[in-house]
């Protein structure tokens, strides 16, 4: 069975964004500003811990990653977080079946 989870956080007027669809195939997007910036694929259920980076189009360009887990949690089974500028932001989940 495949599975869609959907992180957002909206940071310094921009907006970031990870979507995972895990199955036999697990890929995962990083979009800042809606445009695709890092993309990961691999076969199987996902290698965790996972880090995208991205920056925003800003001058001078800043830049970010965000890194995803699994939590163990049978009801939330990833966590993301948004690395930038030195600090984390937990990045809020939606899930989509």
Not at 54 to 60: C, K, N, R, S
Not at 69 to 96: F, I, K, Q, W, Y
């Amino acid at each position: 069975m495949r599975r869609r989870y959907s992180f957002h956080l909206d940071r310094r007027g921009h907006s970031v964004t990870v979507n995972v669809r895990s199955g036999w195939i697990t890929e995962t997007e990083l979009l800042v500003d809606g445009k695709e910036c890092a993309f990961h694929r691999v076969h199987g259920h996902g290698s965790y811990p996972l880090t995208l980076s991205g920056q925003f189009a800003e001058e001078p360009p800043c830049p970010l990653s965000v890194r995803l887990d699994r939590t163990g949690l049978p009801e939330h089974p990833l966590t993301c977080v948004l690395e930038l500028a030195g600090a984390e932001h937990p990045m809020p989940e939606s899930t989509a079946r």
